[in-house]
């Protein structure tokens, strides 16, 4: 099976909404892959805040991946449920409703969602702002999917028509950390702005990532998320729990203006071989 592994669009930010147009044009004009034979993943942070316009603008951009022939799954983000600041119920319920079709797909309104693709392959999508939709909690948008969606997550792996098959977990909030790998040179721009997010980024990593890796340990080959931007292969991290391949989807509209080309990945679910798309800003 092929995946295309795209996230944090950010529509709503600056003219992220024109990136992100350029991207599908891209997808839907000249398809990487038959999208017939292909899954189309965004791991969240589709909208920058939350509002009517920018959730219609998202939703228009996924109709027309629908409607060339994708697969479109969706995990949702901090962003889609309010913005960089702060989550809240209400955002997040609008968010749920607009993009039912990509996220539930006929299956229960709850996470996690289940889809069985095919005979070998199934999906999995987990809401990593679940357990931060409480007044004490929803500040900074960290990443929490508690306790319920834990155990219904262990539960679900240990399911005789799932432990079996090759697991795609999807989810928005980074479990690993990133240590120096992403420390900026003294001569980067914004020195300080990398420099407070070098210091602050353990206290930003998914706060109950450890107990998400226990549970997840040796039964799924496959982990894809998104929030930080940074794009990386985590490999060498998910591969510590028996995870082969862990990959951050980085923003697909380079989001944070610090890049030249818009970037996906293509993903071989057999081979496990990994490339990556590109589309160079003009």
């Not at 007044?135 to 399911?159: I, K, M, V």
């Amino acid at each position: 099976m092929k995946l295309i592994h795209i996230s944090d669009t950010h529509l709503g930010k600056n003219d992220n909404e024109l990136r992100f147009s350029r991207l599908v044009d891209q997808l839907v004009t000249t398809p990487p892959l038959p999208p017939q034979d292909c899954l189309l993943i965004h791991t969240g942070d589709v909208i920058d805040s939350a509002s009517t316009e920018n959730r219609a603008a998202g939703c228009q951009q996924l109709a027309r991946l629908s409607a060339a022939g994708y697969r479109v799954y969706l995990c949702p983000g901090n962003h889609d449920y309010g913005n960089a600041m702060a989550i809240n119920n209400q955002a997040a319920h609008a968010f749920l409703n607009d993009y039912h079709q990509w996220i539930f797909l006929g299956q229960p309104t709850s996470f996690p969602v289940v889809h069985q693709l095919d005979a070998a392959h199934v999906l999995i999508l987990l809401d990593s702002n679940a357990a931060e939709l409480v007044w004490y909690q929803r500040w900074f948008a960290e990443g929490h999917l508690g306790s319920s969606q834990l155990a219904a997550l262990n539960t679900l792996l240990d399911r005789p028509d799932i432990r079996d098959k090759r697991i795609i977990l999807c989810l928005h909030h980074h479990p690993f950390y990133y240590g120096y790998s992403v420390a900026p040179d003294v001569g980067d721009g914004h020195l300080a702005i990398h420099l407070l997010a070098g210091v602050t980024r353990s206290f930003r990593r998914l706060k109950d990532a450890y107990s998400l890796c226990k549970i997840i340990q040796d039964r799924v080959q496959i982990l894809l998320f998104g929030h930080m931007h940074y794009g990386l292969d985590c490999s060498s991290e998910s591969q510590k729990y028996g995870i082969p391949l862990a990959l951050d989807g980085g923003s697909s509209t380079c989001t944070d203006d610090d890049c030249d080309r818009l970037r996906y990945r293509l993903i071989d679910t057999d081979t496990m071989a990994v490339s990556t798309a590109m589309l160079r800003l003009d």
